[in-house]
């Protein structure tokens, strides 16, 4: 059973855009924070941007101005409209969210991942 699920990686060109989607399993339910996160070889995963349920913002400095995330409460979904893209964000991006998967605990739960890639 796969908690969540991303689509929306690829291959862009210096200064273009993307849009990545996660969409959490039905049997997913209160859940608190969503985010995304991206890491290349050899280096942590790092926080890109998370957002709250009540729709609270967080960014990464490096992406402030260029990235936009939302989501959808209702159908458990969460985007990052990616802009102005830079080489340096070339990563795999994963999608995080916190909640429940039917009677089990509060935690975390981590996506797949999808690659972007950047060329300059």
């Known amino acids: 059973q796969v908690a969540l699920v991303e689509s929306g990686g690829g291959l862009v060109q210096a200064g273009g855009s993307l849009r990545l989607s996660c969409v959490a399993s039905?049997?997913?339910?209160?859940?608190?924070?969503m985010g995304w996160y991206r890491q290349t070889p050899g280096k942590q995963r790092e926080m890109v941007a998370t957002?709250?349920?009540?729709?609270?913002?967080n960014y990464a400095d490096s992406v402030k101005g260029r990235f936009t995330i939302s989501r959808l409460n209702a159908k458990n979904t969460v985007y990052l409209q990616m802009e102005s893209l830079k080489p340096e964000d070339t990563a795999v991006y994963y999608c995080?969210?916190?909640?429940?998967?039917?009677?089990?605990?509060?935690?975390?739960?981590w996506g797949q991942g999808t690659q972007v890639t950047v060329s300059s």
């Open positions: 995080n969210a916190n909640g429940r998967v039917g009677g089990t605990s509060m935690r975390d739960y």
């Open positions: 957002i709250t349920r009540g729709g609270t913002r």
């Open positions: 039905q049997y997913m339910h209160s859940i608190n924070d």
